[in-house]
């Protein structure tokens, strides 16, 4: 029996799961071959493929087929758009123009990797101004935008006007821009105001806020590492070997500075 249109979906969406993207365009390949009709899903799901391993050249080159025979949808647009950011071409990513929240997403997303933060904001922006409702995805993209950036000012500002939208991966975005940008005063002030989301402050946020406090060369700084380490245990979340490492170390430099 010759395999139909729900195989070939079936096959190419397992390659994308498993991030075969060369099996998948070899199962495309295949289709074009037969009477059946290559379509907009099917090519998102080898485009995602592409995109989970980095491979936006044949990202860009299967939405080019798709735009060739009209099958063409904006999940397909939003899986390349996707590859580009993955790939480090932002400017590519933008240059596709998204069209709707996911699309949007990806494309600050891929603003993140070019460490264009004030692209990414003109683009939160532009969606806000098409009545689009950002969520938790939305913040978390934008925010971790800023980290990678080191805009500690712009995440915690952008922080609050997630208000009820913003989660465990929003406040530890912002925690993670804090700590790049050795703010870890605030860092621990945030970490402390403990918002009424569930799970957070998680193993992640002590983490975070331990190796900042560590880093800094204050005795405020290691006695706030230990401090974090005993509200750890009382959170009843369980250290790791970096969390007991610090804990260590700030203690060896408390030592020596009682020494001077």
Request: aromatic share 8%; proline share 3%.
């Amino acid at each position: 029996l010759l395999p139909d249109v729900i195989a070939y979906h079936s096959t190419v969406s397992a390659c994308e799961e498993a991030a075969q993207w060369e099996a998948a365009v070899q199962l495309l390949a295949e289709l074009r071959l037969s009477t059946l009709r290559l379509d907009a899903q099917i090519l998102s799901s080898a485009v995602s493929a592409a995109a989970k391993c980095g491979e936006w050249e044949m990202a860009l080159s299967l939405l080019s087929d798709g735009r060739r025979c009209g099958a063409i949808d904006a999940a397909l647009c939003n899986a390349a758009i996707t590859a580009c950011g993955k790939g480090f071409r932002w400017e590519l990513a933008l240059s596709l123009l998204p069209s709707d929240y996911v699309g949007y997403c990806a494309a600050i997303s891929a603003c993140e990797k070019g460490f264009e933060w004030r692209k990414a904001v003109a683009l939160f922006d532009e969606m806000l101004s098409k009545e689009m409702q950002p969520d938790n995805f939305a913040y978390n993209a934008l925010i971790t935008c800023f980290d990678r950036c080191q805009e500690w000012l712009q995440a915690l500002t952008w922080l609050e006007l997630a208000d009820g939208h913003a989660d465990e991966a929003t406040l530890n975005a912002a925690l993670d821009a804090l700590a790049s940008s050795n703010q870890w005063e605030r860092l621990v002030q945030l970490l402390e105001a403990s918002p009424n989301i569930p799970g957070w402050p998680n193993l992640d946020s002590f983490r975070t806020a331990m190796l900042a406090c560590y880093r800094e060369p204050s005795t405020e700084a290691w006695l706030r590492c230990l401090q974090l380490m005993d509200e750890m245990q009382k959170r009843q979340l369980n250290p790791g070997t970096s969390e007991y490492a610090c804990a260590a170390r700030a203690c060896g430099r408390g030592s020596q500075w009682l020494k001077v």
